[in-house]
Every structure is written in C-alpha cells, then in structure tokens.
C-alpha cells in the first residue's frame, strides 16, 4: 500500500507542477545534486509507475478469474479463509 500512496503523489506532483518529473522538480528545489543521486530518483519514478501498473493488472486478472472481492482492497476474504482452514 506504501508503494501505491507514493506513486500518487508522485503523480498529483506531477500533475500540481505541470508535468515536471521528479528529477527536475528536486533540481529546482534543492539545486544540482550528484548524478547518482538523480539516477535513484528516475528508478523510484518508474518503480512508481510500474507499481501502479502491476496493481491494475492483478486486479483485472482477480475479476477475469471472477474472485469475488470485498471493497475496492483487491482481497477475496473467502479464499483467505479458506487458505487459513487448511490443515
């Protein structure tokens, strides 16, 4: 859920700064910092949307498999009982 809170902001940042990336927003704010520094920004970017995306996809696969989920968690409460009961 972490993951999924921060690609949101991520993207209402982008959407508030009129499309900037993350990488030129923190030049602006913070100045010019090391290329390394830079490139983990890029990968936590992407690692955002990819998350994003990976969620979207599990989702549609549990309602392709017709899963019934409670509320909009993504969780069938019925197959995690019945994954618990198990002996």
């Known amino acids: ?3 999924i809170v921060s690609a949101g902001v991520a993207l209402f940042l ?5 499309g ?3 990488e030129k927003n923190i ?4 100045g010019p910092l090391e290329e390394w520094t ?5 990968i936590a970017e992407y690692a955002s949307v990819v998350a994003v995306l990976g969620a979207f996809v599990a989702l ?3 309602e392709m498999r017709g899963s019934n989920m409670d509320g909009l968690s993504g969780i069938d409460v019925s197959m ?4 618990r009961d198990l002996p």
């Open 38 to 42: 830079l490139i983990q920004v890029r």
């Open 1 to 3: 859920q972490g993951v």
């Open 80 to 83: 995690c009982r019945a994954i």
């Open 14 to 18: 982008r959407i508030v700064t009129g």
């Open 27 to 30: 030049k602006e704010n913070y």
């Open 60 to 62: 549609g696969f549990q």
């Open 20 to 22: 900037k990336s993350l």
